[in-house]
Antibody
Framework: EMQLVESGGGVVQPGGSLRLSCAASGFTFSTYAIAWVRQAPGKGLEWVSSINTSGYTRFYADSVRGRFTISRDSSKNTLSLQMSSLKAEDTAVYFC??????????????WGQGTMVTVSS | QSALTQEASVSGTVGQKVTLSCTGNSNNIGSYAVGWYQQISHGAPKTVMFANSLPSGIPDRFSGSKSGTTDSLTISGLQPEDEADYYCSTWDYSLNAHVFGGGTKLTVL
């Protein structure tokens, strides 16, 4: 069974940092692009970032560019999101999502259960 | 304001056919395949349609179609368990980003 399991969420003060992880299993991790998608309380889904199979091509939403860094370790089947200079508006559930192919332009077919990030003093 | 436009709410009775729409432009829907994601009570999203193809395990009462810059998700024979929020999404090459619609709340009466 293909599965994504996020971890690392928590409460952090504005301006702080946090690192999220996503553990993948049940598929050949290295052959798929992977993404982070978030959902603020009471709001809709918002794409955050995607990374291609090699890890060299990364895209970010304007709202997080320069503050968040996506990375992957295909030897450990793990995706990460390093978040810094956090703002209150970054408060959301963060979902890990597998693209349906190695292309980051394709949609998502598998989703994790999400991890909550709260930015508050 | 979302790059893709969806109805805020749609309702239907059990057994009825409903269609949800997702409208974009030539930079997104006009150029790339659209995904549809079901979310029940703000839980983990579930993919119910991609590129007008059904993922494994999704009942065939779900179907998709595309015309120009509008993509549609049709549910034939609506069931109580279909009540959820539905989001559409695709890549936008002018933004170099995935864009989502604002979501449609489907109510089964």
């Amino acid at each position: 069974e293909m599965q994504l399991v996020e971890s690392g969420g928590g409460v952090v003060q504005p301006g702080g940092s946090l690192r999220l992880s996503c553990a993948a299993s049940g598929f050949t991790f290295s052959t798929y692009a992977i993404a982070w998608v978030r959902q603020a309380p009471g709001k809709g889904l918002e794409w955050v970032s995607s990374i291609n199979t090699s890890g060299y091509t990364r895209f970010y939403a304007d709202s997080v560019r320069g503050r968040f860094t996506i990375s992957r370790d295909s030897s450990k089947n793990t995706l990460s999101l390093q978040m810094s200079s956090l703002k209150a508006e970054d408060t959301a559930v963060y979902f890990c999502a597998k693209h349906s192919s190695g292309w980051y332009t394709d949609g998502f077919d598998i989703w994790g259960q999400g991890t909550m990030v709260t930015v508050s003093s | 304001q979302s790059a893709l436009t969806q109805e805020a709410s749609v309702s239907g009775t059990v057994g009825q056919k409903v269609t949800l729409s997702c409208t974009g432009n030539s930079n997104n829907i006009g150029s790339y395949a659209v995904g549809w994601y079901q979310q029940i009570s703000h839980g983990a999203p579930k993919t119910v349609m991609f590129a007008n193809s059904l993922p494994s395990g999704i009942p065939d009462r779900f179907s998709g179609s595309k015309s120009g810059t509008t993509d549609s998700l049709t549910i034939s024979g609506l069931q109580p368990e279909d009540e959820a929020d539905y989001y559409c999404s695709t890549w936008d090459y002018s933004l170099n980003a995935h864009v989502f619609g604002g979501g449609t709340k489907l109510t089964v009466l």
